[in-house]
C-alpha cells in the first residue's frame, strides 16, 4: 500500500509513457528506474541536479546511465547538455520512445554492466544523435564541455582529450576541429593572462618608449632625449632643431622597452601567459596545445555498438568459407585420386601474444595486408580461407617440390611483414599435405 502510494508520488505520466521524478537522488532510484520510461528532474536546487544528473550517467548499468533525462522546467543549468532538455508534451515522448529502442538494441534485453568509458561513449552517442558537438564552458578548465563525457571528469577535463584520440585510433569516431586553446602546463587550465615582462628580471613594471629618427642629421634616440619635461615639443638633441611633421622631418621607426624595476633597455618584451588557476608563468612555448573537435559515431563505433566487435561481417562469414573450403578440399581429393595429379593443403600458423591486446582496426589491416600476400600463392582466391590465427591454402596441381618451394617464399615474404607490424615476438609454422594422405 505504502509502495504504491510511493510509486504514484514518484511518477510523471504523460500519455503512454511514465517517468520517475527525482528530487533528491538516493539509491533506491537504481532498483525502481527500470520500472519507466525516463527520468523527470523535479528540483530547482542545482546541487540536487548535479548529483542526480552524475549518479545516473556514471552508472554501469545502461538502462541506467542510458536513460532519458528531462528537466521539468526551463533551467539555466549547464548540465542540461547531459540530458535531453527541458520536458515538451509534444516532442519528448517520441524521443524517450527512441532513446530506449536504441538501449533495448544494445542490451539485448541484459543489464550488463559497462566499466569502459569508450564503450559507454559509443553507446551513449549511439541512443542519442550520434553527435558529440563541443560546448563553450568557463566552468571547465579546458574551456569546452562535452555531453556525457564530462559527467567522468569532475575538475580534471583534460584526460577527455586522451578519450577522443583512442576512440578515433579505433576508428570509433570521426572528428571535425572546431577551435584550438592552450592551457596552462601544470594545470591544463585555459584561462590565462598575456603580460609583457623585462627578459632580465621578469617583472611587468616595464615601460615602451618610441625611438625617433631626425632626418636633417640623421639622429636615432628614445624619444624622452627629444623631449623637455612637461613639454610637447620635441627638440633635436643634437642639431637643436624643431621637429615638426612626422614622416616628414622625423619618424619612429621602432620602440624601445625600460626595465623599471631593473633598469635593463631591451628591443623585445618577453610575453608570459599566467594562469589564473595556479599562476604558473607559463612561456609561449611550453602551454600545451589541444585541438578542441566534433565527433561523430563512425560506421565501425556503430558495428561496435551493435554487435559488440568492429569486423563483424568478417568473423560470421567465417564459417561459411570454412565449409566451403574444406568441401573443395575434397573435390580435390577426388579429382586428383583418379587423375593421379597431387593438390596440396597448406596451413600457415601465425602465433603472438600481441593478438590478444592489439586493437581491432589494427588487426583488420593486419590480416588484409597477410591475405595480399597469400592470395598470391593460390590460382583463385577461394583456395584461401583463414580461422583465426591460421591460414589455409588450397595448392592445386602442384609437385611436392614446387610446394615446398613456393612455401619457403612465402615464409620470406610473411616474416617481413611480421616482423614489421609484430616485432620478434611471433612465431610463424607452415606445414603441407597431400590432400590424398591426409
Ligand atoms: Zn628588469
Ligand atoms: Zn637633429
Ligand atoms: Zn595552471
Keep these: ?91 519528448s515522448n517520441e524521443i524517450t520512445r527512441s532513446i530506449n529502442e536504441k538501449v ?35 566552468l571547465i578548465l579546458s574551456g569546452y564541455s562535452y555531453p556525457f563525457v564530462d559527467c567522468y571528469y569532475k575538475g ?3 584526460e577527455k582529450y586522451k578519450l577522443f584520440k583512442q576512440c578515433i585510433k579505433n576508428e570509433w569516431l570521426t572528428d571535425a576541429l572546431e577551435d584550438r586553446v592552450q592551457l596552462c602546463v601544470q594545470c591544463y587550465d585555459s584561462y590565462m593572462i598575456y603580460k609583457e615582462t623585462c627578459p632580465k628580471c621578469q617583472s611587468i613594471n616595464i615601460q615602451a618608449h618610441d625611438i625617433v629618427h ?21 627638440t633635436c638633441p643634437k642639431c637643436d632643431k624643431l621637429l615638426r611633421h612626422i614622416g616628414i622631418d ?48 563512425s560506421m565501425n563505433g556503430i558495428m ?37 595429379n597431387s593438390s596440396f593443403v597448406v596451413e600457415i600458423d601465425i602465433q603472438s601474444k600481441l593478438f590478444k591486446i592489439l586493437n581491432a582496426s589494427f588487426l583488420n589491416q593486419f590480416w588484409k595486408d597477410i591475405n595480399d600476400i597469400t592470395k598470391n600463392y593460390v590460382s583463385n582466391p577461394i583456395y584461401s580461407c583463414r580461422k583465426e590465427e ?26 617481413i611483414l611480421l616482423e614489421d607490424n609484430l616485432g620478434s615476438d611471433v612465431t610463424l609454422v607452415i606445414k603441407s599435405q597431400n590432400v590424398n594422405e591426409s
Excluded at 505504502?2 to 538516493?26: C, M, P, R, V
Excluded at 553507446?123 to 564552458?137: A, E, I, S, V
Excluded at 591460414?391 to 612455401?407: G, P, Q, T
Design 1 to 91: 500500500m505504502l509502495k504504491a502510494l510511493n510509486k504514484q508520488l514518484n511518477s510523471f505520466k504523460h500519455e503512454d509513457f511514465t517517468y520517475l521524478k527525482i528530487g533528491t537522488w538516493n539509491l533506491t532510484f537504481e532498483k525502481s528506474l527500470p520500472e519507466y520510461d525516463g527520468i523527470i528532474l523535479s528540483s530547482t536546487n542545482d546541487s540536487e541536479i548535479e548529483k542526480t544528473i552524475l549518479a545516473i550517467r556514471t552508472h554501469e548499468n545502461p538502462t541506467i546511465y542510458l536513460a532519458p533525462i528531462y528537466f521539468l522546467s526551463k533551467t539555466a543549468n549547464g548540465l542540461i547538455i547531459h540530458t535531453e532538455g527541458v520536458f515538451n508534451e509534444h516532442k
Design 104 to 138: 533495448a538494441r544494445i542490451t539485448g534485453g541484459q543489464n550488463t554492466a559497462h566499466k569502459s568509458l569508450e564503450i559507454k561513449l559509443m553507446n551513449y552517442l549511439y541512443t542519442r544523435d550520434g553527435k558529440l558537438t563541443p560546448q563553450k564552458n568557463r
Design 156 to 158: 580534471e577535463d583534460f
Design 214 to 234: 631626425h632626418f636633417p642629421c640623421a639622429h636615432i634616440a628614445p624619444i624622452k632625449q627629444f623631449k623637455k619635461e612637461d613639454e610637447d615639443e620635441m
Design 250 to 297: 622625423y619618424d619612429k621607426p621602432s620602440v624601445v622597452f625600460s626595465c623599471k624595476n631593473c633598469d635593463n633597455n631591451f628591443q623585445h618584451a618577453e610575453v608570459i601567459s599566467e594562469c589564473h588557476t595556479c599562476s604558473h608563468q607559463n612561456k609561449l612555448e611550453d602551454l600545451v596545445e589541444v585541438d578542441i573537435k566534433a565527433y561523430k559515431i
Design 304 to 340: 561496435k555498438v551493435e554487435h559488440g566487435t568492429t569486423v563483424i561481417n568478417e568473423e560470421n562469414s567465417v564459417s561459411d568459407r570454412m565449409k566451403i573450403f574444406e568441401q573443395l578440399v575434397m573435390q580435390e581429393q577426388s579429382r586428383t585420386f583418379i587423375a593421379a
Design 390 to 415: 591460421t591460414i589455409y591454402l588450397l595448392m592445386i596441381d602442384k609437385e611436392e617440390l614446387a610446394v615446398s618451394n613456393l612455401i619457403e617464399k612465402l615464409r620470406y615474404n610473411l616474416s
